[in-house]
């Protein structure tokens, strides 16, 4: 089983909402940092957020402050980002991954990674 899945991507339209979900297995679940990346086509792949084993959060990507939130439920080994208000310059594929250490925007640090999740946000 992978140690990470997301699951909530889809095609919504611009001011829409969608909710992602990373369920997490086979580690401690509770001691890692998880954060959201995306990588659109042609870009480089980018940190969008991140929470603490102790529920600090914090936004990478100034682009989505204020319409997306991520949030923690360490009974279900679940994390979730809660996306608001999207644009067509949310479309990507939504990784999200676990790592031992604080909150980074740095990929290199995550130990663990999803397969991803394709947004699409269009008319």
């Known amino acids: 089983q992978e140690p990470l899945v997301e699951s909530g991507g889809g095609l919504v339209q611009p001011g829409g909402s969608l909710r992602l979900s990373c369920a997490a297995s086979?580690?401690?679940?509770?001691?890692?940092?998880i954060a959201w990346f995306r990588q659109a086509p042609e870009r480089e792949r980018e940190a969008v957020s991140c929470i603490s084993r102790s529920d600090d959060s914090r936004d990478f990507a100034d682009s989505v402050e204020g319409r997306f939130t991520i949030s923690r439920d360490n009974g279900k080994n679940t994390v979730y980002l809660q996306m608001n208000s999207l644009k067509p310059e949310d479309t990507a594929v939504y990784y999200c991954?676990?790592?031992?250490?604080?909150?980074?925007?740095?990929?290199?640090?995550?130990?663990?990674w999803g397969q991803g999740t394709q947004v699409t946000v269009s008319s």
């Open positions: 991954a676990a790592g031992i250490y604080p909150c980074t925007a740095s990929a290199g640090a995550y130990d663990y």
């Open positions: 086979g580690f401690t679940f509770g001691h890692y940092s």
